[in-house]
C-alpha cells in the first residue's frame, strides 16, 4: 500500500475521533495527516512527509487551536431591543388574557397576551416574560 493511502487513512481516523471528542486537536492534526498524504502524493520520500506532518501538526497546534479555544470560549451576545425583554418580570397593569391585556416591562407600558391562551391573568400580579411578538409581549405568571 503507497504512504499516501496510509495518511488518508490515519486522516479519516483522526476526523471521526474528533467528531466523537470534539476536542479541535485531532482535527488538526487529521489535516495535517491530509497535507501528508498530498506530500506523499507527489511522491516524495517518508522523511518529508513525516516533516510535512509535524509543521502542519505544530502549526496548526500553535496558531490554530488557541484561535479556536478563544471562539469558543466568547461570551453570548448581547440581546437588544426587544429580545432583551425575555425572560423579565413584568407586572400587569390590565387583565391578560388569551387576546388582550397590558404589562410594565421596566417602566413600558407593553400590550400582552398570556403564554398559556387559557390563562386569566388578574391586574396586579407579577409574571414573566416568555416572547415578543411584534409590540405584544407573551407573559406567564410567576409562581
Not at 476536542?23 to 487529521?30: D, E, K, M, N
Not at 507527489?42 to 509535524?54: H, T
Not at 400587569?92 to 398570556?114: D, K, P, Q, T, Y
Request: hydrophobic residues 55%; glycine residues 12%; charged residues 15%.
Amino acid at each position: 500500500m503507497t504512504a499516501w493511502i496510509v495518511w488518508l487513512i490515519v486522516a479519516a481516523v483522526l476526523g471521526v475521533a474528533e467528531l466523537l471528542t470534539t476536542t479541535f486537536a485531532l482535527g488538526i492534526l487529521a489535516i495535517a495527516a491530509l497535507v501528508a498524504a498530498g506530500v506523499g502524493a507527489a511522491r516524495l520520500g517518508l522523511p518529508l512527509q513525516l516533516a510535512a506532518f509535524v509543521v502542519a501538526s505544530g502549526g496548526g497546534l500553535g496558531f490554530v487551536m488557541p484561535v479556536a479555544r478563544r471562539h469558543v470560549r466568547q461570551p453570548p451576545l448581547l440581546r437588544t431591543g426587544p429580545a432583551a425583554l425575555v425572560g423579565r418580570s413584568a407586572q400587569v397593569l390590565e387583565e391578560v388574557s388569551g387576546h388582550s391585556g397590558m404589562v410594565r416591562i421596566r417602566g413600558e407600558v407593553w400590550s400582552a397576551r398570556s403564554y398559556d391562551e387559557t390563562l386569566v391573568i388578574p391586574a396586579g400580579q407579577t409574571v414573566d416574560v416568555m416572547q415578543i411578538e411584534g409590540a405584544t409581549a407573551l407573559v406567564y405568571p410567576r409562581e
